[in-house]
Structures are given as structure tokens and as C-alpha cells.
């Protein structure tokens, strides 16, 4: 969860929901306004700098290097037959004059 949260204290997030507030430097004059929020530690990075855009506030930049692999998935290739007009037309024809 990201974001500027003025009016939410840090207290309440990590209490009510477990999250963890990862931004610890001032974001804006001596307070920390932007937060970044996580459940579980994904991020390897997190920097302060001065936004490149017209602001008050400072910018949060947070990246991981770590990639996270879903030993789950696996890849398999499948080879179908190719269907044709004239065999869907062969098809529609067979159901046609088919009793069931």
C-alpha cells in the first residue's frame, strides 16, 4: 500500500493489518507523509530523493532484486490439429443429418 497519508498514523496500519512501513527518512519538511506499507519484506531498496516534479514533497523509490519464482508453473508445448472450413462444415453437416 502506497501512498501520501496525511491523516492515517503509521501506528494504526501496522496494528489493525500487520503491514510494515518501510519509508524512514522525512518525506516532506520533517515528516514522513509518503509511506510505503508491505506485508511481507519484498523490496531491497528504498530511497528518499527530491521529486522531479514541482512539489513539497519528496519522492519514495523502492525496487527488489530479488525475483520471486513460482516453482508452480511449468511450460509444455501442445500440438493440435489445424481445423479447417471444410471439416467444421463436415461437422456441422454430420450433426445435421444425425438423429440422436
Known amino acids: ?38 506485508s511481507r519484506p519484498v523490496y531491497d531498496t ?3 530523493v527530491d521529486s522531479v516534479v514541482k512539489s513539497d514533497h519528496k519522492a519514495v523509490l523502492v525496487c527488489s532484486v530479488y525475483t520471486e519464482v513460482n516453482c508452480n508453473k ?5 500440438t493440435y490439429r489445424k481445423k479447417t472450413p471444410n471439416q467444421h462444415a463436415s461437422f456441422l453437416n454430420f450433426c445435421w443429418h444425425t438423429r440422436i
Not at 511449468?74 to 501442445?78: A, C, G, L, V, W
Open 1 to 38: 500500500m502506497v501512498g501520501d497519508f496525511n491523516q492515517l498514523s503509521e501506528s494504526a496500519v501496522v496494528e489493525r493489518i500487520g503491514f510494515d512501513q518501510l519509508v524512514q527518512q522525512p518525506t516532506r519538511c520533517i515528516n514522513t507523509l509518503n509511506r510505503v506499507f508491505v
Open 46 to 48: 528504498i530511497r528518499v
Open 74 to 78: 511449468r511450460k509444455e508445448t501442445k
